[in-house]
């Protein structure tokens, strides 16, 4: 039995869906595999990260560390990155999430960056929730996936959004307002774009940290990214130009300290030739890159982009697809 969850993809709310505002992600047609097959231990098996062994009676324990780990992080004790000590750790934290689950070896193959802002990790509990149904007949609803999926999350990423557990979880173009995830009717067309400007050195739940500490208490500008993203979002579903909105939100972004410089310079270059361009993610707060670069081009003119600027421009291809089992 597999597993199979998408990559997403954020067009606007990043970080500021944490305050109330309004988000908008889609899922891509990049897509992480989960493998399943008996086996008398817990194995796991990845070209993107060390194997990992564990006994059935060991897992117990495992879940207890983890959440105590968890509980001194939110302490403040430590950061978040020291929470988990192997990728290997979320994947059977979330495998166990609806009951003790059957030991097997599970292989992960993906065509999803890590650490790029894609929701690597999302797509990877998405999948082993799947699984976890699937193992213990107990079939969740949405609602019940999204949270289930989001509380595993934390591990990852701290106090972050329901954003990326609701939109790996239902598939499509994926808004949530006043923290209630929904599907609308958003396309793209053929004029978005991203470009992957690094792995920041920095990851998610660190940058969200940072700016909760830095600008949490400020409504007046989460107020403006409010704005910013209604507006993009009805833009969208009108079919009307967004690159105003685009251009205003990336100013935002580089308000709350997310968009390092040579990103901003980027950013910079390509609306001086006539598009526009935002981080898609958390972005970084130190460091020279900050993952996927969302990149608008009412003109089309990728091909002058890429030439002139030395960009590695990917179209944006919608995955109307949630987190499913399948069989191999």
């Not at 062994?53 to 897992?59: I, K, M, N, R, V």
């Not at 929730?129 to 969740?140: M, P, R, S």
């Not at 390509?270 to 598009?275: K, M, N, Q, S, T």
């Not at 003109?299 to 600027?309: G, K, S, T």
């Amino acid at each position: 039995m597999k597993a199979i969850a998408p990559a997403k993809l954020i067009i606007t709310g990043e970080h500021s869906v944490v305050y109330g505002a309004p988000a908008l992600a889609v899922t891509l047609d990049c897509t992480l595999q989960l493998r399943a097959t008996p086996s008398q231990a817990f194995s796991v098996q990845s070209a993107h990260f060390p194997a990992y062994e564990l006994t059935p009676a060991d897992l117990p324990s495992l879940i207890s560390a983890l959440d105590a780990r968890f509980d001194t992080y939110a302490r403040g004790d430590i950061i978040i990155d020291d929470v988990l000590h192997h990728p290997a750790e979320l994947l059977l934290y979330s495998l166990a999430s609806l009951g003790a689950p059957t030991p097997c070896t599970l292989n992960v193959s993906t065509a999803i960056p890590i650490g790029a802002g894609l929701g690597s990790s999302a797509s990877l509990i998405a999948a082993a929730v799947k699984l976890a149904e699937y193992q213990t007949g107990n079939t969740l609803d949405h609602t019940a996936c999204i949270h289930t999926v989001r509380h595993c999350e934390r591990l990852q990423h701290g106090r972050g959004s329901i954003l990326d557990a609701a939109s790996v979880t239902l598939g499509g173009a994926v808004q949530v307002v006043a923290g209630e995830p929904e599907v609308i009717d958003a396309q793209l067309g053929t004029h978005w774009y991203r470009h992957n400007t690094g792995t920041p050195v920095v990851g998610t739940g660190a940058v969200v940290d940072h700016v909760r500490q830095h600008h949490s208490n400020d409504n007046a500008l989460w107020q403006r990214f409010s704005k910013v993203s209604h507006a993009l979002i009805d833009g969208l579903q009108r079919g009307q130009s967004v690159t105003a909105f685009i251009k205003e939100n990336h100013r935002l972004l580089c308000i709350i300290g997310v968009v390092p410089t040579a990103v901003q310079t980027l950013v910079t270059a390509i609306e001086a030739h006539g598009g526009a361009a935002k981080i898609c993610g958390a972005g970084a707060h130190r460091g020279d890159t900050a993952g996927q670069l969302l990149v608008y081009l009412p003109d089309n003119n990728a091909a002058a982009l890429e030439r002139h600027l030395g960009l590695s421009l990917e179209a944006v291809t919608m995955n109307p697809h949630g987190a499913r089992c399948a069989s191999d």
